[in-house]
């Protein structure tokens, strides 16, 4: 029987799961790449505008306002996921996640995707279950196995596909 995690109402409750995507050096580099690209797009308009009074200085501004802070705050998500991915490989228990369950969803209407449902479990951790959504893959099964990665200290968990 699965343990629904509230130990009838008198133990702590575990930590809530969180998955990290793999982040490896060749990916971050192409996404901190696309950072520094949206960082850059509006102040380099900007002053090409300037320079050679060109009408793109509104455009600039736009672009200066609206892309900076985005790609400041996709610079600092890279680099937390990256941290994330570093603390599971130096402190994660190898662990099994079990394709329990798939379900087709729409994400924008145009794009549809799978919810897998996985059961991840391993030696000296505490099975739970948990919702991976991603694009369709038709290695994707019920009942196949993947290989994972748990914090249990960190609530954090990555599935190996």
């Known amino acids: 029987m699965a343990d629904d995690g509230d130990n009838g109402g008198t133990g702590p409750k575990p930590p809530q799961m969180t998955q990290i995507s793999h982040i490896g050096l060749w990916e971050a580099t ?19 505008a300037l320079l050679t009074g060109a009408e793109l200085t509104v455009m600039g501004i736009v672009f200066t306002v609206v892309f900076v802070p985005l790609g400041l705050a996709f610079w600092g998500n890279t680099v937390v996921d990256r941290e994330h991915n570093r603390r599971l490989d130096a402190v994660g228990v190898p662990a099994t996640a079990e394709i329990t369950d798939l379900t087709d969803f729409d994400w924008s209407g145009e794009e549809s995707g799978v919810a897998v449902g996985l059961r991840v479990s391993g030696p000296g951790l505490r099975t739970f279950e948990t919702t991976w959504k991603r694009t369709h893959h038709p290695a994707l099964r019920v009942g196949l196995r993947l290989t994972a990665v748990v914090d249990p200290s960190g609530g954090r968990f990555r599935v190996e596909f």
């Open 30 to 48: 192409s996404l901190y790449i696309i950072a520094a690209v949206m960082c850059l797009c509006g102040p380099v308009m900007l002053g090409f």
